[in-house]
């Protein structure tokens, strides 16, 4: 893949980051409107204090994105890694700082929205973890390392829910972003 390719892909993927942000959120919003009780604003709004939120969302971030890189760094999951479209993609795309803050953002805000804040009282924080995942395509049962990730990224579904219960949806969606963060910043350099 040229330059221009490199550059055009790294184009597509943030219009992309951005167009399915928004269709998370409406999707997420009338999920809200006619299956909760409560309106988009009073879910919003409940949980701790802003402080809080965002001491318990950046530590759980970063100590799953610390977990992650290590995954990334091992020389045993390389291979594994390579099962998993998202990760190779990314990895070639050599996204910018900007790039990466935008789609980390973006996918805090949105997947946590729909994910958390519409889909988990519904459906409960375990099937909502297991949809998670699988729409980002990351369960597999190839070989132990396969089952290990599957094990991570529900883990790190589970606790964003449950962080979302106990603190409220900004420290769900801060702890996903700083791990989104952490994460393409390592592939960026892979």
């Known amino acids: 893949m040229n330059q221009n390719d490199t550059n055009i892909l790294r184009d597509s993927i943030t219009k992309l980051s951005i167009l399915s942000g928004i269709l ?3 999707i997420g919003y009338t999920i ?3 299956f909760h009780d409560l309106s988009f604003f009073e879910l919003v709004t409940e949980g701790s204090a802003v402080m809080i939120q965002l ?6 971030g970063f100590l799953f994105g610390v977990v992650g890189v290590l995954m990334l760094r091992n020389p045993g999951f390389k291979t594994t890694f ?3 479209t998202i990760i190779k993609e990314l990895q070639k795309m050599k996204l910018t700082t900007p790039q990466i803050l935008q789609i980390s953002i973006v996918a805090g805000i949105s997947e946590e929205i729909l994910f958390r804040l519409a889909l988990q009282p519904l459906l409960g924080i375990w099937l909502t973890s297991l949809i998670f995942i699988g729409i980002h395509g990351y369960i597999r049962f190839k070989t132990f390392r396969h089952i290990l990730f599957t094990g991570f990224t529900f883990l790190l579904s589970s606790v ?3 962080l979302m ?3 409220g949806i900004l420290s769900a969606i801060i702890a996903h972003t700083v791990y989104d ?4 910043r390592e592939l960026k350099k892979n």
């Open 24 to 26: 998370w959120i409406v």
């Open 82 to 84: 390579d099962d998993y």
């Open 160 to 162: 964003l829910g449950i």
């Open 165 to 167: 219960i106990y603190f």
């Open 55 to 60: 001491i318990s969302g950046v530590s759980t």
């Open 32 to 34: 809200i409107h006619f």
């Open 181 to 184: 963060i952490i994460l393409l």
